[in-house]
Protein backbone atom coordinates (compact mmCIF):
# COMPACT_ATOMS: atom_id res chain seq x y z
CA UNK A 1 0.00 0.00 0.00
CA UNK A 2 3.16 2.80 1.09
CA UNK A 3 6.68 2.53 1.20
CA UNK A 4 8.32 4.78 2.58
CA UNK A 5 12.53 4.94 1.71
CA UNK A 6 14.60 7.06 3.35
CA UNK A 7 12.60 10.18 3.14
CA UNK A 8 14.00 13.70 4.43
CA UNK A 9 12.71 17.19 4.65
CA UNK A 10 14.18 20.66 4.30
CA UNK A 11 11.90 24.20 4.23
CA UNK A 12 13.58 26.32 2.13
CA UNK A 13 16.94 28.81 3.35
CA UNK A 14 16.84 26.57 6.57
CA UNK A 15 20.33 24.86 7.08
CA UNK A 16 19.16 21.61 8.56
CA UNK A 17 16.72 18.94 7.46
CA UNK A 18 13.19 18.61 9.66
CA UNK A 19 13.60 14.98 9.58
CA UNK A 20 16.52 12.67 7.68
CA UNK A 21 15.82 9.11 6.50
CA UNK A 22 12.56 7.86 7.77
CA UNK A 23 11.99 4.47 6.17
CA UNK A 24 8.89 2.21 6.79
CA UNK A 25 6.26 0.24 4.68
CA UNK A 26 2.45 -0.65 5.14
CA UNK A 27 0.17 -3.15 3.59
CA UNK A 28 -3.44 -3.33 3.58
CA UNK A 29 -5.23 -3.79 6.69
CA UNK A 30 -2.37 -2.93 8.96
CA UNK A 31 -2.42 0.33 11.42
CA UNK A 32 1.07 2.27 12.07
CA UNK A 33 1.39 4.72 14.69
CA UNK A 34 3.92 7.63 14.11
CA UNK A 35 5.20 8.88 18.24
CA UNK A 36 7.14 11.60 18.76
CA UNK A 37 7.74 14.41 21.19
CA UNK A 38 6.64 18.00 20.32
CA UNK A 39 8.92 19.43 17.44
CA UNK A 40 10.15 16.28 16.24
CA UNK A 41 8.23 16.79 12.91
CA UNK A 42 4.98 14.67 12.75
CA UNK A 43 2.86 16.71 11.07
CA UNK A 44 5.30 17.56 8.59
CA UNK A 45 6.35 13.47 7.95
CA UNK A 46 2.48 13.38 7.48
CA UNK A 47 2.51 16.33 5.10
CA UNK A 48 4.51 14.85 3.37
CA UNK A 49 3.52 11.97 2.83
CA UNK A 50 0.26 13.49 1.44
CA UNK A 51 2.42 15.26 -0.67
CA UNK A 52 1.34 18.59 0.69
CA UNK A 53 5.14 19.42 0.83
CA UNK A 54 8.23 17.94 -1.69
CA UNK A 55 10.50 15.70 0.29
CA UNK A 56 14.13 16.87 -0.14
CA UNK A 57 15.29 13.58 -1.13
CA UNK A 58 14.12 9.79 -0.33
CA UNK A 59 10.90 8.07 -2.23
CA UNK A 60 7.44 7.82 -1.24
CA UNK A 61 5.48 5.21 -2.81
CA UNK A 62 1.25 4.23 -2.75
CA UNK A 63 -0.86 2.13 -4.10
CA UNK A 64 -4.05 3.59 -4.87
CA UNK A 65 -6.22 6.41 -3.11
CA UNK A 66 -4.91 8.07 -0.16
CA UNK A 67 -7.32 10.18 1.99
CA UNK A 68 -6.65 12.52 4.99
CA UNK A 69 -8.25 13.16 8.53
CA UNK A 70 -7.22 16.67 10.17
CA UNK A 71 -7.19 17.28 14.05
CA UNK A 72 -10.26 19.49 13.24
CA UNK A 73 -11.86 21.57 10.80
CA UNK A 74 -13.78 24.67 10.86
CA UNK A 75 -16.51 26.12 8.33
CA UNK A 76 -18.13 29.14 7.85
CA UNK A 77 -21.09 27.79 6.60
CA UNK A 78 -23.75 25.77 8.76
CA UNK A 79 -23.29 22.68 6.32
CA UNK A 80 -25.41 19.64 8.65
CA UNK A 81 -23.69 16.88 9.14
CA UNK A 82 -24.11 14.52 6.11
CA UNK A 83 -23.18 17.71 3.55
CA UNK A 84 -19.84 17.45 5.58
CA UNK A 85 -19.81 13.84 4.67
CA UNK A 86 -21.36 14.04 1.11
CA UNK A 87 -17.99 16.34 0.59
CA UNK A 88 -15.62 13.17 0.58
CA UNK A 89 -17.38 11.99 -2.63
CA UNK A 90 -15.63 15.28 -4.53
CA UNK A 91 -12.37 13.47 -4.80
CA UNK A 92 -14.16 11.06 -6.66
CA UNK A 93 -16.93 12.86 -8.57
CA UNK A 94 -14.79 16.08 -9.16
CA UNK A 95 -15.07 19.36 -6.12
CA UNK A 96 -17.94 21.49 -8.10
CA UNK A 97 -19.93 17.89 -8.79
CA UNK A 98 -23.55 17.88 -7.44
CA UNK A 99 -23.75 15.21 -5.24
CA UNK A 100 -25.93 11.95 -6.17
CA UNK A 101 -28.65 10.15 -4.90
CA UNK A 102 -25.63 7.24 -4.38
CA UNK A 103 -23.23 9.49 -2.70
CA UNK A 104 -25.79 10.41 -0.08
CA UNK A 105 -26.45 6.96 0.32
CA UNK A 106 -23.01 6.56 0.99
CA UNK A 107 -22.88 8.88 3.27
CA UNK A 108 -25.38 7.57 5.37
CA UNK A 109 -23.20 4.47 5.13
CA UNK A 110 -20.22 5.92 5.97
CA UNK A 111 -21.95 7.78 9.30
CA UNK A 112 -23.53 4.14 10.05
CA UNK A 113 -20.23 2.84 9.91
CA UNK A 114 -18.90 5.01 12.79
CA UNK A 115 -22.09 5.33 15.00
CA UNK A 116 -23.21 8.36 13.80
CA UNK A 117 -26.41 8.08 11.40
CA UNK A 118 -28.73 9.28 14.12
CA UNK A 119 -26.35 12.75 13.26
CA UNK A 120 -27.50 13.33 10.00
CA UNK A 121 -29.12 16.44 9.89
CA UNK A 122 -27.16 17.98 12.72
CA UNK A 123 -25.28 21.33 12.06
CA UNK A 124 -22.08 20.29 12.32
CA UNK A 125 -20.33 23.46 14.07
CA UNK A 126 -22.46 22.26 16.78
CA UNK A 127 -21.53 18.93 17.54
CA UNK A 128 -18.74 18.19 19.97
CA UNK A 129 -15.46 17.85 19.31
CA UNK A 130 -15.30 14.10 19.36
CA UNK A 131 -18.37 13.50 17.34
CA UNK A 132 -16.49 16.33 14.91
CA UNK A 133 -14.14 13.25 14.64
CA UNK A 134 -15.91 11.02 14.32
CA UNK A 135 -17.87 12.83 11.23
CA UNK A 136 -14.38 13.44 9.35
CA UNK A 137 -13.47 9.75 9.30
CA UNK A 138 -16.47 9.16 7.98
CA UNK A 139 -16.10 11.91 5.00
CA UNK A 140 -12.45 10.21 4.71
CA UNK A 141 -14.72 6.82 3.82
CA UNK A 142 -16.77 7.93 1.09
CA UNK A 143 -13.96 8.28 -0.84
CA UNK A 144 -13.40 4.67 -0.32
CA UNK A 145 -9.42 4.77 -0.15
CA UNK A 146 -6.85 1.91 0.19
CA UNK A 147 -4.75 4.16 2.56
CA UNK A 148 -6.65 6.73 5.47
CA UNK A 149 -3.79 8.92 7.22
CA UNK A 150 -4.95 10.49 10.73
CA UNK A 151 -2.92 13.53 12.24
CA UNK A 152 -3.47 13.19 15.86
CA UNK A 153 -7.29 12.05 15.90
CA UNK A 154 -7.79 11.89 19.61
CA UNK A 155 -6.23 15.08 20.37
CA UNK A 156 -8.15 16.87 23.30
CA UNK A 157 -10.51 14.24 23.65
CA UNK A 158 -12.31 12.39 26.46
CA UNK A 159 -10.89 8.54 27.20
CA UNK A 160 -14.48 7.67 26.21
CA UNK A 161 -13.92 9.40 22.81
CA UNK A 162 -10.62 8.81 22.25
CA UNK A 163 -11.58 4.84 23.01
CA UNK A 164 -14.28 5.73 20.49
CA UNK A 165 -12.06 6.96 17.31
CA UNK A 166 -9.45 4.02 18.20
CA UNK A 167 -12.13 1.38 17.91
CA UNK A 168 -13.19 3.30 14.21
CA UNK A 169 -9.20 3.08 13.38
CA UNK A 170 -9.56 -0.76 14.12
CA UNK A 171 -12.69 -1.40 12.43
CA UNK A 172 -11.10 0.63 9.63
CA UNK A 173 -8.24 -1.67 9.33
CA UNK A 174 -10.06 -4.90 9.15
CA UNK A 175 -12.04 -3.85 5.98
CA UNK A 176 -8.88 -3.69 4.18
CA UNK A 177 -7.58 -0.27 4.52
CA UNK A 178 -4.28 0.89 5.58
CA UNK A 179 -4.45 3.06 8.44
CA UNK A 180 -1.64 5.60 9.81
CA UNK A 181 -2.12 8.22 12.35
CA UNK A 182 0.10 9.90 14.91
CA UNK A 183 0.14 10.07 19.20
CA UNK A 184 1.18 11.37 21.86
CA UNK A 185 0.01 7.90 23.42
CA UNK A 186 2.31 5.17 23.58
CA UNK A 187 -0.56 3.32 24.83
CA UNK A 188 -2.66 4.17 21.93
CA UNK A 189 0.02 2.43 20.04
CA UNK A 190 0.29 -0.69 21.63
CA UNK A 191 -3.70 -1.04 21.57
CA UNK A 192 -4.25 -0.38 18.27
CA UNK A 193 -0.84 -0.50 15.79
CA UNK A 194 0.60 -3.35 14.32
CA UNK A 195 4.09 -1.17 13.44
CA UNK A 196 5.35 1.56 15.03
CA UNK A 197 7.57 4.97 13.71
CA UNK A 198 9.37 6.23 16.68
CA UNK A 199 9.78 9.98 15.35
CA UNK A 200 12.92 11.46 17.25
CA UNK A 201 14.29 14.88 17.25
CA UNK A 202 17.73 13.94 16.33
CA UNK A 203 18.91 11.19 14.81
CA UNK A 204 17.05 8.71 12.91
CA UNK A 205 13.68 7.06 13.72
CA UNK A 206 12.88 3.70 14.64
CA UNK A 207 10.39 1.49 12.65
CA UNK A 208 9.17 -1.86 13.42
CA UNK A 209 6.47 -4.21 15.08
CA UNK A 210 4.76 -1.89 17.96
CA UNK A 211 4.70 -4.86 20.68
CA UNK A 212 9.02 -4.98 20.19
CA UNK A 213 9.47 -1.16 19.24
CA UNK A 214 7.69 0.10 22.14
CA UNK A 215 9.81 -0.93 24.96
CA UNK A 216 11.32 1.43 27.96
CA UNK A 217 14.84 1.85 26.38
CA UNK A 218 13.31 3.17 23.05
CA UNK A 219 10.98 4.71 24.92
CA UNK A 220 12.93 6.57 27.38
CA UNK A 221 15.58 7.84 24.83
CA UNK A 222 12.17 9.47 22.99
CA UNK A 223 10.67 11.03 24.98
CA UNK A 224 13.42 11.95 28.13
CA UNK A 225 11.66 10.47 30.58
CA UNK A 226 11.54 6.79 32.60
CA UNK A 227 8.40 4.64 30.95
CA UNK A 228 7.16 1.82 32.64
CA UNK A 229 5.19 -1.21 30.44
CA UNK A 230 3.28 -3.62 32.37
CA UNK A 231 0.11 -5.27 32.89
CA UNK A 232 -2.92 -4.48 34.68
CA UNK A 233 -6.30 -6.40 34.22
CA UNK A 234 -5.12 -8.76 31.22
CA UNK A 235 -4.32 -5.53 29.10
CA UNK A 236 -0.36 -4.13 28.55
CA UNK A 237 -0.20 -0.69 29.30
CA UNK A 238 2.33 2.24 29.12
CA UNK A 239 2.34 5.08 31.28
CA UNK A 240 5.43 8.29 32.11
CA UNK A 241 6.70 7.49 35.71
CA UNK A 242 6.86 11.39 36.51
CA UNK A 243 9.38 12.61 38.56
Known amino acids: MIKVSKISFCYP ?3 KNIFDGHSFELDKSEVLAILGPNGSGKTTLIKCLLGLLPISGGEVKTVGKCTYVPQST ?4 DYCVRDMVVMGASGR ?10 DKEKAD ?3 LSVGMLKFANENFCCLSGGQQQMILIARALVSQPNIMILDEPTSALDYFNQNKVLTTIK ?3 KKGTAVIFSTHCP ?3 LHVADKVLLVRREGPSLFGLSKNMLNKDNLRQLYNIDIARGVLQ ?7 IFS
Open 13 to 15: NRP
Open 187 to 189: QQA
Open 74 to 77: SSPF
Open 109 to 111: EAL
Open 234 to 240: DQEIIAP
Open 93 to 102: NGFFATPSKL
Open 171 to 173: EVA
